[in-house]
């Protein structure tokens, strides 16, 4: 079946402007997870949902950074007033339910973002 | 808090000879560990993960990892290495709580030489 996929594989965008990076995690898994891929600096937890409503935000680097879930499936994160240091690979996962990390998380092939 | 550490940012080993990946980790109570595998523009693989039991566990490709809660270590390790194993290895724990988020480490980047 289908994997995770997100678009756009790739966005240059200019600093200062908006960008929205989206995900389509594979059907069926409830729980959605994005990370930021930073070079030298590893993975970050961004933020997880849990259906639609995500009930830890505390990941998401500063209030520039939003996301949004609609109908339990594709989940929208929202980068505003984008700056130099937002240049990053975002990635999402997806697994079949939250509740502990023994649920594989499968991860789409990231979003590569560059601020100019 | 909970951290994870890969003391080597980069290793080059010859086709054929083993490999062993570092990882070490800062946890609590009994971590769920887990080693992924990022091939160049791909996203990440799932090689092999830990709950609990048997503390060495097999993984894909060949791939094995041995759980030392006396060290706090998760080494990666494979006999023979081949040339498609090229890849950037990540260690990670699963967070405390419900929500399952991953805390990964920096990462180690496997050179394979001819």
């Known amino acids: 079946g289908a994997g995770v996929s997100q678009s756009p594989s790739n966005k240059v965008t200019e600093k200062g402007k908006d960008v929205e990076l989206r995900c389509d995690p594979i059907s069926g898994h409830t729980a959605l997870y994005w990370y930021r891929q930073s070079l030298g600096q590893g993975l970050e937890f961004l933020i997880y949902f849990q259906g639609n409503s995500a009930p830890d935000k505390s990941g998401l680097p500063s209030d520039r950074f939003s996301a949004e879930r609609t109908g339990g499936s594709v989940s929208t994160l929202t980068i505003q007033r984008t700056q130099q240091e937002d240049s990053a690979v975002y990635l999402c996962a997806s697994s079949l339910a939250a509740g502990g990390a023994y649920n594989e998380q499968f991860f789409g092939p990231g979003t590569r973002l560059t601020v100019l | 808090a909970q951290s994870v550490t890969q003391p080597d940012i980069h290793i080059t080993v010859s086709e054929g000879a083993s490999l062993e990946l570092r990882c070490n980790y800062s946890?609590?109570?009994?971590?769920?560990l887990f080693w992924y595998v990022q091939s160049p523009g791909q996203g990440l693989q799932l090689l092999l993960k830990y709950f609990s039991g048997d503390t060495l566990v097999q993984g894909i490709k060949g791939f094995e990892a041995e759980f030392k809660r006396s060290q706090s270590s998760f080494n990666l390790r494979k006999p023979s290495v081949h040339w498609s194993d090229a890849a950037e290895y990540f260690c990670a724990v699963g967070a405390q709580g419900s929500q399952g988020n991953l805390i990964f480490g920096k990462g180690t980047k496997l050179s394979v030489k001819p």
């Open positions: 946890y609590g109570a009994t971590p769920y």
